[in-house]
């Protein structure tokens, strides 16, 4: 491989590290103002269940 070569694939690992790198943000449903915030286990059984409809069985 050349040099150019090397060089091409070293940015590219370093903006696909960077991608990995960020986190997701946490998005919360907001329907109404007046009900309390979504516990944190809500939003992980949430993720996981949207993950599972995804899915075919």
Do not use: C, G, H, W
Not at 11 to 20: F, V
Request: aromatic letters at 8%; hydrophobic letters at 30%.
């Amino acid at each position: 491989m050349s040099k150019s070569d090397d060089q091409k694939i070293a940015a590219l690992a370093k903006k696909n590290a960077a991608k990995a790198a960020k986190p997701k943000p946490t998005r919360r449903r907001q329907y109404d103002d007046t009900l309390p915030p979504e516990r944190e286990d809500d939003v992980d059984l949430r993720d996981f269940f949207s993950e599972m409809k995804k899915r075919e069985f």
